[in-house]
């Protein structure tokens, strides 16, 4: 195992290195003058161009506005379903917990179509709201299973010595187990608002003819030709994500810190 241990490093710093190559390619396209050409010199004005661009800058706010509300309703549905279940989660039979993990297993296709079909039984016009409700229904089951993780770390015993000392069961739940599952919400927060944001298939099922997220846009753009704002636009999703990705991170750290201390 230790012989091969430098391989295997090997292995992951190349596959590290093909992975985020394209990326900062792509992040030094946005500044160049001419992307096609090294040697143009740096300027901002794709940035800028990009801000003074309805046709972009409306999918990305509406993409933003739909991976926020989708992603708070899927950290809701998914937290609130794994407290109800913990307790039985050994007692569950088989077929319902494959039913909890069938948004996680099917294609995206097929849950866009399924989607689609079920709101037009129910006659509900598509647009802002089908998409949030349609990424919270994919999302949420990815929330469950990283809230039942969070659940398993935790101590029976600081439950039992609340009630011990009289509190009720709602009191428990905001004071002892909601602060210390806010990690876990937190990434289940992250990961629903990911996985809304860079959504294409389901929201192309399920957006209708009058919204057009940021996915969609592109794709309609990319038909016709890559373009330097197009480059500036996929640099700001990145900054976005990133910010999020270290806003969790230092969280995190911070809440390791007060417990050590």
């Known amino acids: 195992m230790r012989r091969s241990n430098p391989w295997v490093a090997t292995v992951f710093f190349i596959a590290i290195f093909l992975l985020y190559t394209p990326l900062f390619y792509l992040v030094l396209q946005t500044f160049l003058n001419n992307p096609q050409d090294l040697n143009s010199g740096f300027t901002l ?27 708070s309703l899927a ?34 296709v097929i849950t866009g179509l399924s989607l689609l079909l079920f709101f037009l039984l129910l006659r509900v016009e598509l647009g802002f709201a089908t998409v949030v409700v349609a990424h919270a229904s994919f999302s949420a089951s990815f929330v469950y299973f990283i809230m039942l993780e969070q659940l398993k770390k935790l101590d029976p015993q600081m439950a039992e010595a609340a009630q011990d000392l009289g509190a009720k069961p709602h009191q428990i739940f905001w004071k002892v187990t909601l602060p210390n599952i806010v990690p876990g919400i937190m990434g289940g ?68 810190w007060v417990l050590k201390g």
């Not at 004005?45 to 933003?64: C, D, N, V």
């Open 45 to 71: 004005r794709w940035l800028l161009k990009l801000f003074h661009s309805p046709a972009l800058w409306e999918p990305l706010m509406t993409s933003l506005e739909i991976g926020v509300l989708s992603a």
């Open 189 to 256: 927060w992250l990961l629903a608002f990911t996985l809304s944001f860079d959504d294409f298939l389901i929201s192309f099922f399920t957006s209708g003819a009058g919204l057009t997220t940021l996915p969609l846009k592109i794709y309609s753009l990319m038909r016709i030709g890559i373009t330097p704002e197009l480059n500036g636009l996929s640099f700001l999703m990145i900054c976005i994500s990133t910010f999020l990705v270290l806003l969790l991170v230092s969280k995190e750290q911070s809440r390791k």
């Open 75 to 108: 950290v809701t549905v998914g937290t609130l379903g794994a407290l109800g279940l913990f307790e039985f989660t050994t007692l569950l039979p088989t077929a319902l917990q494959s039913l909890i993990m069938l948004p996680i297993l099917l294609p995206e």
